[in-house]
């Protein structure tokens, strides 16, 4: 799901009117080129392969928490949730290891999958395509925000007063 998320991300920042010229750039005999033609840049090879060479380096933005929603494991970007989890260099180095292990064995699939836009790309590319991934591994995660319960339990241990102000 990392690498997925992440070349979506950086996919969407590109301008979409930015167009390259593909093709053959060889000239005809009239001294005409045939052949070129114009395509997104956002999901061209080129940019493709330029973001799958760096996506794995975002690993170490990442930590390994449970989704309270399914109870499963799972790497989130660490600004991503409130919930504590594991943010370790060796929890980081094991992802982004995995992550590189797994361009490697795929690489031709998900770029041919990437240049497509669909709905949800992470659930297409990960349960559909690859079947990598459970529906479980896609689900919905928690708000980014400890729920109203919490937050209520927070306030009141706050407002508590301490013992130092009893004594």
């Known amino acids: 799901m990392l690498i997925v998320k992440e070349m979506e991300e950086e996919i969407a920042k590109v301008d979409p009117k930015k167009m390259i010229d593909v093709g053959s750039f060889r000239l005809d005999p009239n001294g005409e080129q045939k052949g070129l033609q114009q395509v997104a840049f956002a999901r061209s090879e080129g940019h493709l392969l330029d973001l799958i060479e760096r996506v794995c380096d975002k690993a170490k933005e990442y930590k390994l928490t449970v989704n309270t929603l399914t109870g499963k494991a799972v790497y989130v970007h660490k600004d991503f949730t409130y919930l504590r989890g594991d943010e370790s260099?060796?929890?980081?180095?094991?992802?982004?290891?995995?992550?590189?292990?797994?361009?490697?064995?795929?690489?031709?699939?998900?770029?041919?999958?990437?240049?497509?836009?669909?709905?949800?790309?992470?659930?297409?590319?990960?349960?559909?395509?690859?079947?990598?991934?459970?529906?479980?591994?896609?689900?919905?995660?928690?708000?980014?925000?400890?729920?109203?319960?919490?937050?209520?339990?927070?306030?009141?241990?706050?407002?508590?007063?301490?013992?130092?102000d009893e004594l």
């Not at 497509?116 to 928690?142: M, W, Y």
């Open 89 to 164: 260099k060796g929890i980081r180095s094991k992802l982004q290891n995995a992550c590189e292990s797994f361009i490697e064995s795929r690489e031709d699939e998900l770029l041919k999958l990437l240049r497509e836009k669909r709905g949800d790309q992470t659930k297409h590319i990960c349960t559909l395509e690859l079947n990598v991934c459970s529906s479980v591994d896609v689900s919905a995660f928690p708000p980014n925000e400890p729920p109203p319960e919490e937050e209520t339990k927070d306030a009141k241990i706050e407002e508590e007063p301490s013992l130092d």
